[in-house]
Protein backbone atom coordinates (compact mmCIF):
# COMPACT_ATOMS: atom_id res chain seq x y z
CA UNK A 1 0.00 0.00 0.00
CA UNK A 2 1.57 3.33 -1.19
CA UNK A 3 1.61 5.85 1.46
CA UNK A 4 1.11 9.77 1.60
CA UNK A 5 2.65 11.45 -1.12
CA UNK A 6 3.45 15.00 -1.13
CA UNK A 7 5.48 17.17 -3.17
CA UNK A 8 8.07 19.32 -3.87
CA UNK A 9 10.25 18.16 -0.57
CA UNK A 10 11.87 21.45 -0.47
CA UNK A 11 11.04 24.95 -1.75
CA UNK A 12 13.22 28.14 -1.42
CA UNK A 13 11.14 31.04 -1.80
CA UNK A 14 11.29 35.22 -1.50
CA UNK A 15 8.81 36.82 1.20
CA UNK A 16 5.60 37.70 -0.86
CA UNK A 17 6.00 35.55 -3.25
CA UNK A 18 3.59 32.83 -3.27
CA UNK A 19 3.80 28.94 -3.31
CA UNK A 20 1.86 25.87 -2.95
CA UNK A 21 2.41 22.14 -2.07
CA UNK A 22 0.65 19.27 -3.26
CA UNK A 23 -0.33 15.86 -0.94
CA UNK A 24 -1.85 12.54 -2.14
CA UNK A 25 -3.18 10.47 0.56
CA UNK A 26 -3.46 6.99 1.21
CA UNK A 27 -5.94 5.72 -1.37
CA UNK A 28 -9.65 5.17 0.34
CA UNK A 29 -8.80 7.56 2.83
CA UNK A 30 -11.45 10.17 3.83
CA UNK A 31 -9.83 11.95 6.23
CA UNK A 32 -7.18 14.87 5.13
CA UNK A 33 -4.46 16.77 7.58
CA UNK A 34 -2.50 19.85 6.72
CA UNK A 35 0.33 20.00 9.61
CA UNK A 36 2.62 23.27 10.19
CA UNK A 37 5.81 22.51 11.82
CA UNK A 38 8.16 24.81 12.56
CA UNK A 39 11.50 24.45 14.11
CA UNK A 40 12.03 23.00 17.26
CA UNK A 41 8.02 22.43 18.12
CA UNK A 42 5.82 19.93 17.35
CA UNK A 43 3.33 20.14 14.05
CA UNK A 44 0.32 22.25 14.57
CA UNK A 45 -2.91 21.62 12.57
CA UNK A 46 -3.78 24.30 10.48
CA UNK A 47 -6.63 22.43 8.09
CA UNK A 48 -8.61 19.12 8.29
CA UNK A 49 -11.09 17.76 5.52
CA UNK A 50 -13.48 15.35 5.58
CA UNK A 51 -13.43 13.96 1.76
CA UNK A 52 -13.96 17.19 0.09
CA UNK A 53 -15.16 19.44 2.69
CA UNK A 54 -13.30 21.42 5.39
CA UNK A 55 -13.86 19.87 8.77
CA UNK A 56 -11.55 22.51 11.13
CA UNK A 57 -9.82 25.53 9.72
CA UNK A 58 -10.04 27.56 12.72
CA UNK A 59 -5.74 27.75 12.79
CA UNK A 60 -5.53 28.54 9.62
CA UNK A 61 -4.24 32.09 8.68
CA UNK A 62 -6.97 32.56 5.90
CA UNK A 63 -5.76 35.85 5.09
CA UNK A 64 -2.92 34.05 3.25
CA UNK A 65 -2.73 30.78 3.37
CA UNK A 66 -5.95 28.49 1.28
CA UNK A 67 -6.29 24.85 0.92
CA UNK A 68 -8.59 22.64 -1.17
CA UNK A 69 -9.71 19.13 -2.10
CA UNK A 70 -11.07 19.13 -5.08
CA UNK A 71 -12.91 15.06 -5.68
CA UNK A 72 -12.22 14.26 -2.36
CA UNK A 73 -8.88 12.87 -2.59
CA UNK A 74 -5.82 15.19 -3.36
CA UNK A 75 -5.24 18.63 -1.61
CA UNK A 76 -3.32 21.77 -2.24
CA UNK A 77 -2.12 23.89 0.56
CA UNK A 78 -0.69 27.83 -1.07
CA UNK A 79 0.60 30.84 0.93
CA UNK A 80 -0.07 34.27 -0.67
CA UNK A 81 1.74 36.07 -0.09
CA UNK A 82 4.63 34.56 1.76
CA UNK A 83 6.30 35.52 5.10
CA UNK A 84 9.62 34.86 6.82
CA UNK A 85 7.62 33.18 9.83
CA UNK A 86 5.88 30.82 7.42
CA UNK A 87 9.41 29.15 6.94
CA UNK A 88 8.84 25.17 8.47
CA UNK A 89 7.91 22.01 6.94
CA UNK A 90 4.35 21.21 5.99
CA UNK A 91 2.91 18.17 6.95
CA UNK A 92 0.16 15.88 5.07
CA UNK A 93 -1.46 12.90 7.00
CA UNK A 94 -4.46 11.01 6.23
CA UNK A 95 -6.77 8.75 8.25
CA UNK A 96 -9.56 6.07 6.96
CA UNK A 97 -12.33 7.80 8.38
CA UNK A 98 -13.50 10.43 10.56
CA UNK A 99 -13.05 9.17 14.26
CA UNK A 100 -10.46 6.74 13.42
CA UNK A 101 -7.58 7.43 15.73
CA UNK A 102 -4.57 6.65 13.34
CA UNK A 103 -3.10 9.38 11.28
CA UNK A 104 -0.51 8.45 8.74
CA UNK A 105 1.92 11.05 7.79
CA UNK A 106 3.73 12.27 4.40
CA UNK A 107 7.47 12.94 4.17
CA UNK A 108 6.71 16.85 4.60
CA UNK A 109 7.72 19.99 2.33
CA UNK A 110 10.42 21.75 4.01
CA UNK A 111 9.82 25.50 2.88
CA UNK A 112 12.46 28.47 3.43
CA UNK A 113 10.97 32.01 2.88
CA UNK A 114 13.75 34.47 2.36
CA UNK B 1 -7.75 23.67 24.87
CA UNK B 2 -5.50 20.57 25.84
CA UNK B 3 -1.72 21.16 26.77
CA UNK B 4 1.16 18.27 25.94
CA UNK B 5 4.68 19.19 27.72
CA UNK B 6 7.53 17.09 26.86
CA UNK B 7 10.24 18.68 29.41
CA UNK B 8 13.42 16.80 27.69
CA UNK B 9 14.95 18.60 25.03
CA UNK B 10 17.24 15.76 24.10
CA UNK B 11 17.82 12.76 25.98
CA UNK B 12 21.32 9.81 24.87
CA UNK B 13 21.43 6.31 25.79
CA UNK B 14 24.23 3.84 25.15
CA UNK B 15 22.97 1.06 22.33
CA UNK B 16 21.45 -1.60 24.25
CA UNK B 17 20.73 0.03 27.24
CA UNK B 18 17.09 1.55 28.38
CA UNK B 19 15.72 5.12 28.20
CA UNK B 20 12.19 6.45 29.11
CA UNK B 21 11.06 10.13 27.83
CA UNK B 22 8.55 11.70 29.78
CA UNK B 23 5.38 13.60 28.53
CA UNK B 24 3.18 15.16 31.08
CA UNK B 25 -0.48 16.47 29.70
CA UNK B 26 -3.64 18.84 30.81
CA UNK B 27 -7.08 18.11 29.63
CA UNK B 28 -10.52 17.97 31.10
CA UNK B 29 -12.01 14.89 28.92
CA UNK B 30 -11.94 11.29 30.68
CA UNK B 31 -11.64 10.17 27.26
CA UNK B 32 -8.55 10.50 24.65
CA UNK B 33 -6.08 8.28 22.98
CA UNK B 34 -2.16 9.12 23.39
CA UNK B 35 0.54 8.55 21.03
CA UNK B 36 4.08 8.47 20.81
CA UNK B 37 5.26 9.27 17.74
CA UNK B 38 8.92 9.30 15.91
CA UNK B 39 10.35 11.57 13.21
CA UNK B 40 13.87 10.15 11.77
CA UNK B 41 15.83 13.16 9.66
CA UNK B 42 13.63 12.14 6.69
CA UNK B 43 10.49 13.92 8.83
CA UNK B 44 8.11 11.24 8.19
CA UNK B 45 6.40 10.74 11.38
CA UNK B 46 6.17 7.27 11.98
CA UNK B 47 3.66 5.77 15.02
CA UNK B 48 4.93 4.05 17.78
CA UNK B 49 2.83 3.18 20.35
CA UNK B 50 -1.18 4.18 21.63
CA UNK B 51 -2.89 4.22 24.59
CA UNK B 52 -6.48 4.63 25.18
CA UNK B 53 -7.20 6.38 27.92
CA UNK B 54 -10.04 4.34 29.22
CA UNK B 55 -7.34 1.46 29.25
CA UNK B 56 -5.85 0.50 32.34
CA UNK B 57 -2.80 -1.60 30.77
CA UNK B 58 -0.15 -0.15 29.44
CA UNK B 59 0.14 -0.27 26.02
CA UNK B 60 3.54 -1.95 24.68
CA UNK B 61 4.78 -3.02 21.16
CA UNK B 62 8.21 -5.10 20.97
CA UNK B 63 10.70 -3.09 22.76
CA UNK B 64 8.19 -0.14 23.33
CA UNK B 65 6.38 0.12 26.60
CA UNK B 66 4.40 3.20 28.16
CA UNK B 67 3.74 4.33 31.90
CA UNK B 68 0.45 5.71 31.38
CA UNK B 69 -0.44 7.34 34.50
CA UNK B 70 -4.09 8.47 34.40
CA UNK B 71 -4.23 10.87 37.23
CA UNK B 72 -1.19 12.17 37.28
CA UNK B 73 -1.32 12.92 33.33
CA UNK B 74 1.51 11.33 32.64
CA UNK B 75 2.59 9.12 29.82
CA UNK B 76 5.93 8.24 29.40
CA UNK B 77 7.95 6.20 26.61
CA UNK B 78 10.37 3.21 27.22
CA UNK B 79 12.71 1.82 24.86
CA UNK B 80 14.42 -1.44 26.11
CA UNK B 81 17.62 -2.37 24.09
CA UNK B 82 17.97 0.49 22.07
CA UNK B 83 19.28 0.08 18.50
CA UNK B 84 21.27 2.64 16.32
CA UNK B 85 18.33 2.81 14.47
CA UNK B 86 16.21 4.26 17.22
CA UNK B 87 17.79 7.84 16.91
CA UNK B 88 15.05 10.44 15.89
CA UNK B 89 12.93 13.37 17.69
CA UNK B 90 10.01 12.09 20.08
CA UNK B 91 6.84 13.41 19.63
CA UNK B 92 4.27 12.64 22.96
CA UNK B 93 0.72 13.66 21.50
CA UNK B 94 -2.95 14.28 22.61
CA UNK B 95 -6.34 13.07 20.64
CA UNK B 96 -9.84 13.42 21.90
CA UNK B 97 -11.78 10.48 21.68
CA UNK B 98 -15.00 12.39 21.26
CA UNK B 99 -16.14 12.43 17.84
CA UNK B 100 -17.31 16.05 17.38
CA UNK B 101 -15.97 18.00 14.44
CA UNK B 102 -13.22 19.70 15.65
CA UNK B 103 -11.49 17.12 18.43
CA UNK B 104 -9.44 15.02 15.78
CA UNK B 105 -6.47 16.80 15.92
CA UNK B 106 -3.46 15.46 17.38
CA UNK B 107 -1.75 18.12 19.73
CA UNK B 108 1.66 17.29 20.09
CA UNK B 109 4.45 18.50 22.93
CA UNK B 110 7.37 20.41 21.26
CA UNK B 111 9.60 16.85 21.23
CA UNK B 112 12.60 14.73 22.60
CA UNK B 113 15.52 14.35 20.42
CA UNK B 114 17.25 10.70 21.39
CA UNK B 115 20.79 10.00 20.26
CA UNK B 116 21.80 6.27 20.51
CA UNK B 117 25.52 6.09 21.84
CA UNK B 118 27.80 3.35 19.91
Known amino acids: EAGVAQSPRYKIIEKRQSVAFWCNPI?????LYWYQQILGQGPKLLIQ????????DSQLPKDRFSAERLKGVDSTLKIQPAKLEDSAVYLC????????????FGPGTRLTVT | AQTVTQSQPEMSVQEAETVTLSCTYD???????LFWYKQPPSRQMILVIR??????QNATENRFSVNFQKAAKSFSLKISDSQLGDAAMYFC???????????????FGTGTRLTIIP
Open chain 1, 93 to 104: ASSARRGHYEQY
Open chain 1, 27 to 31: SGHAT
Open chain 1, 49 to 56: FQNNGVVD
Open chain 2, 27 to 33: TSESDYY
Open chain 2, 51 to 56: QEAYKQ
Open chain 2, 93 to 107: AYRSAASNFGNEKLT
